[in-house]
């Protein structure tokens, strides 16, 4: 007889779209361009990816996408790599996260679960396992974003409730309050990571650039010479 691997007790899960012109960073494709809107996506995905690191023999991580006509096995190799992959399924963000969290939670047998987008293209891969830490101890774990969303949401079976996700207004400060309000009101322990910043707008970006200089996003960021030197904020005299 063959012996039974038990499936990994922690889940992360990675929902991003397949990289397409015309379908990604939208809000920002407005100020920059498409072409560059989707260069930049895909730079994103590179640097989470990276930052995230390798599955462990705890831990699996799976790229969770959003349904594409454009999506076959060739594209979806050549933007998430050899990582486990699923398509979301649901008409909404928080019918696709629900779902997302109910399947692994009751038909993989996963203990705890965290999600993160890749609007936080550098974030550390220790900060992830922080989160899975604090599931220990915690219902529910929340990384708060500066827009008044959040970069990360996790929790451990028995504790989801598929209501946290429902009827949010998603993308807009709303998000972040509201949810903490639910978990809450269910008499939910949570616990919060420190504030990071997405990357949602024009200004996330200015951001992103005046404080990053690492990684792909980066790079090509030099390479596009953004922002330019002419719109650049001026420096304080010292």
């Not at 991580?61 to 594209?75: D, K, L, M, Q, Y």
Request: aromatic letters at 8%; a negative charge.
């Amino acid at each position: 007889m063959f012996a039974t691997i038990p499936p990994p007790p922690e889940r992360l899960l990675v929902f991003a779209r397949v990289p397409e012109l015309g379908r990604v960073k939208t809000r920002l494709a407005g100020s920059i361009g498409d072409e560059r809107a989707l260069e930049l996506y895909q730079a994103m995905i590179r640097d989470t990816l990276q930052s995230i690191g390798r599955p462990t023999a705890e831990q699996e991580i799976e790229v969770v996408w959003a349904p594409t006509p454009v999506a076959n096995g060739e594209t979806l190799r050549s933007a998430f790599g050899d990582l486990a992959l699923a398509m979301q399924t649901g008409a909404t963000l928080g019918d696709r996260m629900s779902m997302a969290f109910s399947e692994r939670f009751f038909f993989h047998r996963t203990e705890k679960i965290v999600a993160i987008g890749v609007d936080d293209p550098l974030i550390p891969r220790r900060l992830i396992d922080d989160a899975f830490a604090l599931l220990e101890s915690c219902d529910w774990v929340i990384g708060p974003a500066a827009d008044g969303g959040y970069y990360l949401i996790g929790c451990r079976s028995g504790a989801l409730d598929v209501e946290v996700f429902a009827n949010m207004e998603w993308g807009t400060a709303s998000v972040l309050p509201e949810t903490i309000a639910r978990i809450r009101a269910w008499k939910h322990t949570l616990a919060m990571l420190p504030e990071r910043s997405d990357i949602d707008v024009e200004n996330d970006l200015r951001g992103f650039a005046a404080r990053e200089s690492r990684g792909a996003v980066a790079d090509l960021l030099r390479e596009w010479r953004f922002p330019p030197p002419d719109t650049q904020e001026p420096r304080p005299k010292s």
